[in-house]
């Protein structure tokens, strides 16, 4: 590739983090999140029924997470226009979030690649975004790639 897009200084951007957002966890928010989507499960939307369960009360759906926005570091890159795919996201789940936490989210630019493609350079940008309770457990962290070409 003659014209690399991916220079030392666009690598330089790499842990480049965006503002954090808090935002406390409602009750009536997991509840009306569970309905949107159309999930019945009791864990979701009976506090009652959660209580017998391994949790001890009602948690928030896996999706929940992206009902959290996060502030997300731009990436300066040399390419004409703004063209852009989603390239999927991966999530891993490691304590449940319940009413009454203060999620922490966080995103920061994991990584930045670049290959050739049929139009011309494609980079790949990995966003990884912490979600963090007021206990400071890691509750989910989502790794998202977007490709620019």
């Known amino acids: 590739m003659a014209n690399k897009v991916v220079t030392d200084e666009v690598k330089a951007q790499i842990g480049t983090r965006g503002e954090p957002r808090v ?3 409602e009750r009536g928010a997991i509840r009306r999140f569970a309905e949107a989507i159309g999930d019945p499960n009791p864990l979701f939307n ?3 029924a959660a209580r017998d369960t391994r949790f001890g009360g009602m948690i928030a759906p896996p999706t929940f997470c992206r009902s959290l926005g996060s502030g997300i570091p731009q990436v300066k ?3 004409p226009g703004f063209r852009a795919l ?3 996201s991966d999530w ?3 304590k449940p979030i319940q009413p009454g936490d203060r ?3 966080q995103s920061r630019i994991a990584e930045i690649r670049e290959t ?3 139009l011309g350079p494609m980079v790949f940008i990995v966003v990884e975004t912490s979600y963090t309770n007021q206990f400071g457990q890691l509750c989910v962290t989502q790794r998202s790639t977007v490709i620019r070409y």
Do not use: S
């Open 23 to 25: 935002y406390e966890i």
């Open 46 to 48: 009976d506090e009652q």
């Open 77 to 79: 890159l040399d390419l």
């Open 86 to 88: 989603d390239g999927g």
């Open 92 to 94: 891993e789940y490691r």
């Open 103 to 105: 999620i922490t989210v």
């Open 116 to 118: 050739a493609g049929r």
